[in-house]
C-alpha cells in the first residue's frame, strides 16, 4: 500500500501515508531513526527518541531495520505485537503449530516488504522519490512522493500490485514441481482445506509443501486485498483516484474516490461485524479515517490557493499524459522550492565557514548571506 499511502500524500508533503501524492506522509526527515526534531536528548527520553523515532506519538512508534538503495524500512511496534500473539496462539495441540506459524509470519513479513519496495521503485521509475517504508500487518506505509500526474501516481501504486502478481506463476510453479499441483487452486473463504489435505500425506517433504502453500495463499490474499479494498489507503482506492483524475481533474476526482471509499470502508465494517473478524473491523475504521484525512487534506489545499468550491482542477485541459497545473499552486509550489534551494545555499555556507573561516567566502557566497541576512531582519520587523 503506497502511498500507500500517512497520507499518503503524506507521502507527497500533502497527506497521511502511504498521502496521495505521495503513498505516505511521515516522519520523512528522520528516516535514519534518529532524533526527529533534535528532541532526543539524553536519558530514557533520549534512547525512546533514538529506538522509536517519535516517542510522543504512540501511533507512529516503529523500529528501524534497515535501509537498501536509499529506502529505509521500519518495524511498527503493531506488527511485532502482531507476530508474538500469533506465535502464542499457535502453541496449543489443536492449533496450527509454532514452526507453521513462524513460516507463515516470516512470509506475510516478506511478501510485504515486497510489495512496498514494487511502489517505493515504481515511483522512482516514474520520476518520483521514495526513502521509507512502514510495516504493518495489513500492509506496510510506503513513503512515495511521484510526480502529480495521474499517470505517475497510477504507476507508483501499480507497482506494488505488480509484485505480487509476479510471484503467482513463481509460486505455481514451485508447488507443481512439488507435487502439489491440486492445490494450486483453492477455495479462499476456506484455506484451512487445502492446508488439511496438505499435512494429511506423509512426506519427508511435508513441510516445504505446507510453506510453499503458504506463500502461494498469503500471496493471492495479499493481491486481492490491496485491489479489492477500494479505499484509502489501499491500492484499490488510489487506482480509483488515479484512473478518476485523468478524466475528471485531480480534486474532483478524489472527492469521488473518498467517497467510494467510505461506502467501502462501511461495507467492510458490516461484513467484518457478522463475521466477528476484529481485525477487519480495525482495518475498516482505519480505511474510513483516512478518507476522511485525505478528503479534508485536499479541501483545505484548495481552499488555501483560493479555488473554489467545485474545483479549478476538474477542468483542466490534458496535454499529451499530462494535466496542466492550477498557476497558483505551480508558483506556490515554486516560492517553496526556491526557499529550499537558498537554504541548502545558506547552510552549505555557514559550514563552509565553520571549517574554514570568513576568509574562505567567495564574493558570491558573502552576497547570497547578506541577502538571507536582510531578508531575515526585514520579516522579523514585519
Known amino acids: 500500500m503506497p502511498r500507500p499511502g500517512w497520507s499518503n500524500d503524506d507521502s507527497d508533503s500533502r497527506g497521511f501515508i502511504p498521502g496521495d501524492g505521495d503513498a505516505w506522509r511521515g516522519n520523512a526527515g528522520a528516516s535514519g531513526g534518529g532524533d526527529p526534531g533534535g528532541r532526543g536528548g539524553g536519558g ?42 500469533m506465535l502464542l496462539s499457535s502453541l496449543p495441540r489443536t ?17 510485504i516488504l515486497l510489495h512496498e519496495f514494487g511502489h517505493c521503485l515504481a515511483c522512482r521509475a516514474a520520476g518520483g522519490e521514495a526513502d521509507r517504508i512502514v510495516m504493518l500487518p495489513w500492509g506496510g506505509l510506503a513513503l512515495c512522493r511521484p510526480p502529480m500526474r495521474w499517470k505517475a501516481h497510477f504507476l507508483t501504486t501499480a507497482g506494488g500490485p505488480g509484485v505480487n502478481l509476479a510471484i503467482i506463476p513463481i509460486s505455481c510453479l514451485a508447488l507443481f514441481s512439488a507435487g502439489a499441483a491440486d492445490h494450486i487452486l483453492f477455495n479462499p473463504l476456506r484455506p484451512g482445506d487445502a492446508l488439511a489435505q496438505l499435512s494429511a500425506a506423509s512426506s519427508a517433504a511435508l513441510w516445504g509443501k505446507v510453506v510453499l502453500w503458504q506463500l502461494h495463499y498469503v500471496n493471492i490474499c495479499l493481491l486481492a486485498f490491496n485491489l479489492l479494498l477500494l ?87 490534458m496535454v499529451g499524459d499530462e494535466e496542466t497545473e492550477d498557476p497558483r499552486i505551480s508558483e506556490a509550489r515554486r516560492r517553496r522550492e526556491d526557499d529550499e534551494k537558498h537554504q541548502a545555499e545558506v547552510d552549505r555556507i555557514l559550514g563552509k565557514i565553520a571549517t574554514q573561516g570568513m576568509g574562505s567566502l567567495s564574493k558570491a557566497e558573502r552576497k547570497t548571506l547578506e541577502r538571507d541576512t536582510a531578508r531575515k531582519r526585514g520579516g522579523r520587523a514585519g
Open 44 to 85: 530514557w527520553r533520549g534512547f525512546w527518541a533514538r529506538v522509536l523515532e517519535n516517542p510522543d506519538n504512540p501511533i507512529g512508534w516503529s523500529i528501524r531495520l534497515f535501509t537498501f538503495r536509499g529506502i529505509t524500512v521500519r518495524l511498527h511496534l503493531i506488527f511485532i505485537l502482531y507476530i508474538a500473539t
Open 95 to 111: 492449533a496450527i503449530g509454532a514452526p507453521y506459524m513462524a513460516a507463515a509470519m516470516g512470509i506475510l513479513f516478506g511478501l
Open 231 to 317: 479505499f484509502y489507503p489501499f491500492d484499490g482506492g488510489r487506482l480509483v483516484h488515479a484512473l478518476l483524475w485523468r478524466r475528471l481533474g485531480y480534486r474532483r476526482a478524489m472527492e469521488i474516490a473518498v467517497a467510494v471509499g467510505f461506502v467501502g470502508a462501511g461495507a467492510v465494517a458490516v461484513a467484518a461485524l457478522l463475521a466477528e473478524n476484529v481485525m477487519l473491523v480495525l482495518i475498516a475504521v482505519f480505511g474510513f479515517a483516512t478518507c476522511w484525512i485525505e478528503r479534508s487534506r485536499v479541501r483545505a489545499e484548495f481552499d488555501l490557493t483560493g479555488a473554489p468550491e467545485g474545483g479549478s482542477l476538474s477542468g483542466l485541459p
